[in-house]
């Protein structure tokens, strides 16, 4: 069963060709290098992309590269548009409680933007972008996302993409819409190559109950700063709303374990006084940015340190530390509202705040 989508972006979901042929011409013509057409630029482009343009430009080192890509590169973004049947997909995926990351060689404020201007962002739990080889950078990204490669697929549109998948014992799918044709793609022998998106669904089938898939058992926890103010983070996750951090529990840990994990890994803060509130049924959460079902393990905790630093991983973009009764006027996730409720019911706060 195929529960988690590696994506890569560049002819895999966008057509973005044009704009990359145009980036690099920029940079051959700034050198004084002929340019290539585009026939010319799909057979000799690959990668990683460190040795096409060790070929094309030797010498320059990969700073000065990178620079002058992103110089010559069009930032109108919005100029670029999904491949056909890549929304379709996305929202098929989205729909049977896949989980969705990019693993792409492209700049990472450029895949932002892009998303966001086609109106895709909010489907991916991870971008992983700027990567020069995703040969070594795939395996240490699916055990930072708890992804087993058992479940995984990685689809691609060149042969370093399934060379990557292959590395990691992902299924690997080549897409034919984008940078290499079938027959080159065939040269890494993909374990499925179609000819676009349109036909995975029927290909993957549909999640159901019915199929070994389960509720989700995780933890998160409300944390408390030496002066009783709450810590709340935002992430796209849920709708952009504010909620507490918190993640899967895996094999072989115990919840409290997990928490503790989960809080260091997403926050860089130490727990102490970790108690027990109270689960959650979280059934298909609208908020949520995919088809779920949690269970949800809630805590309440002292943050150790007496002057907490949070230092957020890339699954939040904001946080803040708040009194209670600023943080029940925010704009909170449902079981975050649920979880400040039942302290409050309880008075847990003041018996927490009061803890020598």
């Known amino acids: 069963m195929i529960r988690n989508l590696l994506f890569d972006w560049s002819g895999t979901l966008v057509d973005d060709l044009p704009g990359v042929i145009t980036a690099v011409n920029g940079m051959l013509r700034s050198a004084g290098v002929a340019e290539l057409t585009r026939e010319e630029f799909r057979a000799r482009f690959r990668l990683p992309y460190t040795e096409f343009f060790a070929e094309m430009l030797p010498g320059l080192p990969l700073e000065r590269l990178q620079q002058l890509y992103l110089e010559h590169f069009t930032h109108e973004h919005t100029a670029i548009d999904l491949l056909p049947h890549a929304l379709e997909f996305i929202q098929f995926a989205a729909a049977t409680g896949r989980r969705m990351v990019v693993l792409s060689s492209a ?39 708890d992804m087993a490669a058992a479940e995984t697929a990685f689809i691609g549109d060149m042969r370093h993409d399934i060379d990557a998948g292959h590395a990691a014992g992902v299924v690997t799918i080549a ?19 179609v000819r676009d998106l349109s036909r995975l669904p029927a290909l993957l089938g549909a999640l159901t109950g019915g199929d070994g898939a389960y509720p989700v058992a995780t933890v998160g926890a ?8 709450l810590l709340l983070i935002r992430t796209h996750k849920w709708s952009h709303r504010w909620g507490i951090p918190g993640g899967k529990i895996k094999r072989g840990e115990t919840c409290e374990a997990a928490l503790i994990r989960e809080i260091t890994e997403e926050t860089a803060l130490t727990l102490q006084d970790i108690e027990f509130v109270m689960v959650q049924d979280c059934i298909e959460p609208e908020e949520f940015q995919r088809s779920a079902h949690f269970l949800l393990l809630n805590y309440l905790a002292r943050c150790a340190d007496a002057q907490p630093q949070v230092v957020l991983n890339e699954e939040a973009q904001a946080f803040q530390w708040l009194p209670l009764a600023e943080a029940l006027r925010m704009d ?5 509202r649920v979880l400040l409720d039942e302290c409050v019911r309880r ?3 003041g018996r927490m705040t009061n803890v020598e």
């Open 222 to 229: 409300l944390i408390l700063n030496p002066q009783g103010e």
């Open 347 to 349: 008075g847990l706060l």
């Open 332 to 336: 909170l996730n449902i079981p975050t």
């Open 175 to 193: 897409t034919c819409t984008g940078y290499e044709n079938a027959e080159t793609l065939l040269t890494s022998a993909p374990d499925m190559l």
């Open 107 to 145: 700049p990472l404020p450029h895949v932002t933007a892009q998303a966001e201007a086609l109106g895709v962002r909010d489907a991916f739990e991870v971008m992983r972008c700027g990567v020069i080889d995703k040969r070594t950078e795939i395996l240490p990204l699916l055990a930072e996302l």
